[in-house]
Structures are given as structure tokens and as C-alpha cells.
């Protein structure tokens, strides 16, 4: 038997070794193509979408699982951060990291608490998401820990800007349908089961909130300079979140029918 120590420093070991970092950012890179087309035809069985029947009928409870899926992330960001980087931080890398950490502590925590009720996630979709958010916060935290930059370069500000901006509009579009959603339960003589969001970016889309992350992750992106793990999330953001748009807004349009704004797009203003 191994002893534990022994295991521990491999770990460690392979956690810091240059030649798995390459082989994560490899596969990271590859999801969006792969996965990207698929959303646009089959939809992932969480929120409206639950009740998708995926190779297993086996689905978590809601918020559990949403907290625990999106969990993964800052814990695989800070391991990698506290194993490869400097033992003094740099201003950029704490400002990188507590922006990691103020989006995954309202993700994981916050957002769960605030909903009034989270659908079941289907166990497929659940183990998904861990596996990519393991290879999003590892690849992400190694660069961070392994490189800096000046917080008075251009693109600083710019970055910061955006993703400040998407964080506050996914935050503030995810309370008008918790609102929605709180409503619906108080009043328990509606027969209505769904209603029209209103009010902010719904007026120009169905999903402002994936809008608003799109551009959060963007921003984020150009703040690190476009580092190879920071665009892979992004364009993993834009592959998930655009396609699953895309599918939400055709969902609004079937159960609303004439009733449903017409000058709405998906995700994006104005475009798509």
C-alpha cells in the first residue's frame, strides 16, 4: 500500500508537471467545435430542459448539485494557484483571482440560496459540467500562478470594464426571473405555469443573463491578454450558452406563440 504522504507528493508532482497543463489546454480547446453544434439540436437536461431523458434516467436535486458542479472550479483555481505560483502574489494575479472567486462564490453559493427553486439536474449533465469546470479552473489557476502583468496596461481597463458589465447584468437579469419564479409559487391560484420575463435586456432578448456571462468571460479574456486558457473559456461560454439561447428562445416563442415580442432575438441585441 502507498503510503499517504508518497501519494500526496505525486500528486502534487503531476498537478505541476508543464506536459499535463499542455495535454488540459489541448482538450479544453477542442470542447467548443465538438460539443458547440450538438446544443443547437439537443438540450442540455437542466432548467426548462430537466425533464430530457440522456442515455440514464437519473437526475440531483437542483441546488445541491448546481452548488457542488460549480464548486469545482474555484477549488481546482485555487490548488493550482497556491501549487504553482509565486508564495507573493502580484496585483494582477490577486485581481484575476478574486474575480474567479466573486463570480464562483455567487455561482456556487449565492445563486442557489437566491432561487426560489432550482429543476432537477440531469446526472449526465451534472458530471459534465464537474469535468469541464476541473479542466477550466486548472488550466486557468496554472496560468494565472505561472504569470503576471502590469494593472496599467491598456488592456486592463477595457477587460475589467467588460467583465464587470456582463457580471452585473447576468446578476441583475437572474432576479427578475427569480422574481418571476417567487411569484408563481406565492400565488397558488394562477393556472399559468411560465411567464413572460420583462424589464431590462428582455425587452431585446430571452437570455440576457447568458448574454451577460458571454461577455463577462470575454472580458475576463482580454484582461489576462487573450491567455490560451482564459479564450478557451470564452469560446466555451459563447459554445454552451449560445446554442442553449438559441433553444430557450424557440422554447418562449412555442409556449407563448403570438403573445411572445417578436422583436426578440436570442441572446445577442439586436443580432442573433
Not at 490548488?79 to 455567487?106: A, R
Not at 496560468?143 to 458589465?165: D, Q
Not at 470575454?218 to 487573450?226: E, K
Request: glycine letters at 6%.
Amino acid at each position: 500500500m502507498i503510503p499517504l504522504t508518497e501519494c500526496v507528493n505525486k500528486v502534487i508532482e503531476l498537478w505541476r508537471d508543464p506536459e499535463i497543463y499542455n495535454v488540459a489546454l489541448k482538450i479544453y480547446g477542442i470542447l467548443p467545435p465538438l460539443f458547440a453544434p450538438t446544443l443547437f439540436w439537443f438540450d442540455a437536461a437542466y432548467g426548462r430542459f430537466s425533464e430530457q431523458k440522456m442515455l440514464v434516467d437519473r437526475s440531483f436535486d437542483g441546488k445541491w448539485a448546481w452548488c457542488i458542479m460549480e464548486l469545482v472550479s474555484p477549488i481546482m483555481y485555487t490548488v493550482s494557484m497556491l501549487l504553482v505560483g509565486p508564495q507573493e502574489w502580484q496585483p494582477s494575479q490577486v485581481l484575476l483571482y478574486g474575480l474567479w472567486m466573486i463570480h464562483y462564490i455567487n455561482r456556487s453559493f449565492i445563486h442557489p440560496i437566491r432561487a426560489p427553486s432550482i429543476a432537477p439536474i440531469h446526472s449526465v449533465a451534472f458530471f459534465s459540467a464537474i469535468w469541464v469546470n476541473m479542466l477550466n479552473g486548472f488550466t486557468n489557476g496554472i496560468w494565472n500562478g505561472r504569470n503576471s502583468f502590469s494593472l496599467s496596461s491598456p488592456h486592463v481597463i477595457g477587460g475589467l470594464g467588460l467583465w464587470a458589465a456582463g457580471f452585473a447584468i447576468n446578476i441583475y437579469h437572474d432576479s427578475i426571473l427569480f422574481n418571476l419564479r417567487r411569484a408563481k409559487m406565492q400565488n397558488k391560484n394562477n393556472q399559468k405555469r411560465y411567464f413572460i420575463p420583462r424589464g431590462g435586456l428582455f425587452e431585446y432578448v430571452s437570455c440576457p443573463n447568458y448574454f451577460g456571462e458571454v461577455i463577462e468571460w470575454i472580458g475576463f479574456a482580454i484582461l489576462t491578454n487573450g491567455s490560451y486558457p482564459a479564450l478557451a473559456f470564452a469560446a466555451t461560454t459563447l459554445g454552451n450558452l449560445v446554442p442553449r439561447g438559441k433553444r430557450a428562445h424557440a422554447w418562449y416563442q412555442k409556449q407563448f406563440k403570438d403573445e411572445y415580442p417578436s422583436s426578440r432575438k436570442a441572446v445577442i441585441p439586436y443580432i442573433f
